[in-house]
């Protein structure tokens, strides 16, 4: 009878045991990353993490635009002369970035890339550039310039000059990946943490939700916003770490394709939806569009809510975003 007890037992007795969460920090993508894996087992989680980070690190020597053996690169150095082609994958996360590109009118534009050599965001002093050469710039920027060929998934930038480089949507395309390589190790509760894009699954160890804290861009220490996630990614944008003076005033590293110059008016753009990848390229999205056609955005998309923290200190939330937040009355 005491046998048939303990038989009986035995499982219940391993659900309740101790899973262990292991985390790791490490530089990846020029980004401070954290992986978080949970899992009964120690060295399941170490060897699902080993993984997740050798899967960035691939992506980074696919799409980086900085390493000049990428297809990235072949493809900018051969703009306005020849086709390149690509893997498949390369040719799917410039697709899917000019649909992003569509929904936004072209606010979000991989091709902004060309613009990055008269704008250097290393906290310093510099001059706005000169308006004919501001206007030079922008003639480059045209997302419809990027020609795709799905037959054999080749490239061709129709301007020579032409550049396009993945900033704004990259280290979320990243975060889904690793967290698509951490679930095929059996890791169901997890999060990947891409220098502040956040995508978790699951729950904490101790059965809870994950609870993710929004920095306020003037107290780096504090937070504006708390949110609680299951199975979804919170991406923040902001300002606030790379940025330029002109005349003292601030600009960041996010620009407006239509003028070539930062944007102002917005300090930070969040937004929480189910992959990490349409939550950055839409945190990017909205900064450009600000306040008001950003909000708009947001509410009219399934699936994505959002906060926006303008430089009057104000904080928007989107309609539905009350399913998420912990701190109900600050709004
Ligand atoms: P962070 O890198 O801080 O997470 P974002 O995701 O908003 O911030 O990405 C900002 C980066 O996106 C810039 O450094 C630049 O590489 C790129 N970028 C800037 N403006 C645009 C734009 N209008 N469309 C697409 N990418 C942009
Ligand atoms: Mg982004």
Do not use: C
């Amino acid at each position: 009878m005491r046998f048939f007890l303990l038989l009986l037992l035995f499982p219940l007795i391993s659900q309740a045991q101790a899973s262990f969460t292991n985390s790791k920090d490490t530089l990846l993508m020029g980004s401070a990353f954290t992986f978080t894996a949970i899992h009964s087992q120690d060295k399941q989680s170490e060897q699902a993490i080993i993984a997740a980070i050798e899967e960035v690190v691939r992506i980074e020597e696919l799409i980086s635009s900085w390493r000049p053996s990428s297809q990235t690169s072949q493809i900018n150095k051969l703009a306005g002369v020849q086709t390149v082609k690509v893997d498949y994958e390369l040719f799917q996360l410039i697709e899917r970035s000019q649909k992003i590109a569509e929904l936004t009118n072209g606010y979000f534009d991989i091709s902004f890339a060309s613009i990055d050599k008269l704008w250097q965001f290393n906290g310093q002093e510099m001059q706005m550039p000169h308006p004919k050469i501001l206007e030079e710039s922008v003639r480059l920027i045209n997302y419809l310039d990027i020609h795709l060929n799905q037959e054999d998934t080749t490239v061709f930038l129709k301007q020579k000059g032409m550049k396009i480089g993945f900033g704004a949507i990259g280290k979320g395309y990243a975060a889904d990946r690793a967290k698509h390589v951490m679930l095929s190790y059996d890791i169901e509760n997890g999060v990947v943490n891409a220098g502040g894009d956040i995508l978790a699954w699951g729950k904490k160890s101790d059965g809870s939700s994950w609870n993710i804290g929004i920095a306020d861009p003037n107290h780096k220490s504090e937070i504006v916003s708390s949110l609680q996630i299951e199975d979804q990614a919170v991406v923040t944008s902001g300002d606030y770490e790379r940025f330029v003076l002109i005349n003292g005033e601030r600009f960041g590293h996010i620009i407006n394709p239509k003028t070539g110059i930062p944007v102002q008016g917005v300090l930070s753009v969040t937004i929480v939806s189910q992959t990490a990848e349409l939550a950055d390229a839409l945190a990017t999205a909205v900064f450009v569009l600000g306040e008001k056609d950003g909000m708009d955005l947001i509410n009219h998309l399934n699936g994505v809510e959002g906060i926006i923290l303008t430089d009057k200190n104000k904080l928007l939330y989107s309609k539905r975003i009350t399913l998420n937040r912990v701190d109900e009355k600050s709004n």
